[in-house]
């Protein structure tokens, strides 16, 4: 089955600079890459995701990039604000195009902007 | 739409005892996904449903956890007998089937339970 595995486990920044965060996948048919995001007490929440057709989508101020030849995506964030202190976790799936399939998550990245 | 409802938010219950967690996915999610989160082992999917029939259960832990959906509106999850390792955050989580764009799971606000 798949493995995801994510790194860093804890990430502090400064407010204002830019935060990476990095997942690689072991399972070459993986073609969907979700990003979720999890303040304290809440629910994960989708922020932004990328399939294996495309090697960088742009939200605002973040970013995935792919790279399917090294099994690895990652994501950026930029001029981070407080309201971005929350633990990521990436995913990976094989969509096959017509539903849902599971996702495998990494075991996520509590990032802390200092203010 | 109220997004994802579980029910119970919160469960303390004593080793041994059965617990019956509840969720209401949003309507027209044909997507129903079981998660267990714990700071040991992060966000491991549990079980999942398409048209209210399971798919894959290989993330069930052992024979003392089961997971229903009797209908498009309502699943359980239920853990008999209980033991203080099944101390977690449970997430329901829907989504809807599309061949294009994203594929969100929509989460619940998720079940704190503890066994003492």
């Known amino acids: 089955g798949e493995n995801v595995e994510q790194h860093p486990s804890t990430l502090s920044v400064q407010e204002g600079d830019s935060a990476v965060i990095k997942c690689t996948y072991s399972?070459?048919?993986?073609?969907?890459f979700p990003w979720y995001k999890q303040e304290l007490g809440k629910r994960p929440q989708l922020i932004i995701d990328?399939?294996?057709?495309?090697g960088e989508k742009k939200d605002q101020r973040i970013a995935v990039t792919l790279n399917k030849t090294a099994k690895h995506f990652s994501l950026h964030i930029t001029e981070t604000q407080p309201e971005d202190s929350a633990v990521y976790f990436c995913?990976?799936?094989?969509?096959?195009?017509?539903?849902?399939?599971?996702?495998?998550f990494g075991t996520g990245t509590r990032l802390t902007i200092i203010p | 739409d109220a997004g994802v409802i579980q029910s119970p938010r919160h469960e303390v219950t004593e080793m041994g005892q059965e617990v019956t967690l509840r969720c209401k996915p949003i309507s027209g999610h044909d997507y129903l996904f079981w998660y267990r989160q714990t700071m040991m082992r992060g966000l491991e999917l549990l079980i999942y449903f398409n048209n209210n029939v399971p798919i894959d259960d290989s993330g069930m832990p052992e024979d003392r956890f089961s997971a229903k959906m009797p209908n498009a509106s309502f699943s359980t999850l239920k853990i008999q007998p209980s033991e203080p390792r099944d101390s977690a955050v449970y997430f329901c989580a829907s989504s809807l089937a599309g061949t294009s764009g994203r594929d969100e799971q929509f989460f619940g606000p998720g079940t704190r339970l503890t066994v003492l």
């Open positions: 399972d070459s048919a993986s073609n969907y």
């Open positions: 990328i399939r294996s057709n495309v």
């Open positions: 995913a990976a799936s094989n969509w096959r195009g017509f539903g849902n399939e599971k996702l495998t």
